[in-house]
């Protein structure tokens, strides 16, 4: 059993910076891939970025060049970096754990073990 909570989110301007980490407890987790996806009011939640268990690393084009997906799996945390942070990616994060050994997914599906989600207001 996983259980993974989110944290570092809050409230910045425009064009600032955020890292979030995603830790977690239980089972080791550096066999899988490992997803944020994000959720707006009103809107499904979206696919962000992943990294794969072989640290192979895949994003969103919205958040490609600014955001970046990195792990440490001595910690068991996953992070996302985000740098130069836009009104729109207003959002709760989440992270998820994908599949284990295999491609990465962007399909919000292949991921289970949510955590709580961390919110993330960008102000204009």
């Known amino acids: 059993q996983v259980q993974l909570v989110e944290s570092g989110g809050g409230l910045v301007q425009a064009g600032g910076s955020l890292r979030l980490s995603c830790a977690a407890s239980?089972?080791?987790?550096?066999?899988?891939?490992m997803g944020w996806f994000r959720q707006a009011p009103g809107k499904e939640r979206e696919f962000v970025a992943a990294i794969g268990w072989s640290l192979s690393t895949s994003y969103s084009d919205s958040v490609k060049g600014r955001f970046t997906i990195s792990r440490d799996n001595t910690k068991k945390t996953v992070y996302l970096q985000m740098n130069s942070l836009k009104p729109e990616d207003t959002a709760v994060y989440y992270c998820?754990?994908?599949?284990?050994?295999?491609?990465?997914?962007?399909?919000?599906?292949?991921?289970?073990?949510w955590g709580q989600g961390t919110q993330v207001t960008v102000s204009s």
């Open positions: 998820g754990r994908g599949g284990r050994y295999n491609r990465i997914s962007t399909m919000r599906d292949e991921y289970d073990a």
């Open positions: 239980g089972r080791t987790l550096s066999t899988y891939n």
